[in-house]
């Protein structure tokens, strides 16, 4: 595998209450979301929280290609995801994306990381995009 | 749990090969850099590959913060990790530098992002920040 990725770091907010407390619902979610980024999935592992408030749900799915989390804040709408996988034949902007409709999100934020670019020196580096840099078609 | 949390993205260069392919290695050197962040590890789970070449390791450690994440190329010693932990107590920064020296790092790039930050509108935002600034004394 090479070591090249991106890695789409994503708030989603206006989320559907429900979606966000609801573990198996949100499990079959982030598996399929893993499809839908053309990543295999290997393991996945998911917690729910019982605090005073509503019960926030943690997972993550590792991919081959690296991995898919969330955690989420069910009474403030509002969940976080990231998106990591290497290659340039997956596509984790669509799996965020399909996370989004999935939770019924009313608004998102995106930033692209692309991760483990070879440096000369044998050094790794990574590149911050906005979400309209990281999209735009190349010219 | 409050939804502000700080997200460190790292590469990590010039790594000791065996330490990349070393899974309870890894693993113990991941809930270890969760207390030295001052979070509680909930879920853990490694997966180790047999590629062609050495095999890497892939692994994340659930939190009751949010998550520490490793992905290993021993044959480029080469490790991508992040580390993102919720509240204002916990210090992703400081399990990052564990981890970097655990795995025998020669260089490392971090980048920071503060994220679940509430937004007038009921949304959410995160901001992206360097290193160096995140790491700035306030002034």
């Known amino acids: 595998m090479d070591t090249f990725g991106r890695h789409v770091v994503c708030e989603l907010s206006g989320c559907d209450m ?3 407390v609801d573990v198996e619902s949100i499990r079959g979610a982030m598996v399929d979301a893993a499809r ?3 990543a295999e999935v290997r393991e996945a592992v998911f917690h729910q929280f019982f605090p005073q408030g509503i019960a926030g749900v943690s997972g993550v799915v590792v991919l081959s290609e690296s991995h898919i989390s969330i955690h989420t804040w069910p009474e403030r709408k509002y969940a976080a995801i990231d ?4 290659g340039t034949q997956t596509d984790p902007h669509a799996a965020c994306e399909y996370l989004a409709k999935a ?3 009313l608004n998102w934020v ?22 309209q840099d990281a999209l735009a078609p190349a010219i």
Do not use: D
Request: with cysteine; glycine share 12%; charged share 10%.
């Open 36 to 38: 839908v980024a053309k």
């Open 103 to 105: 939770l019924g999100a």
């Open 83 to 86: 998106v990591y996988t290497c």
């Open 18 to 20: 429900g979606s966000l």
């Open 110 to 131: 995106m930033t692209f990381i692309e991760r483990g670019i070879p440096q000369a020196n044998g050094q790794y580096a990574h590149v911050v995009l906005s979400e």
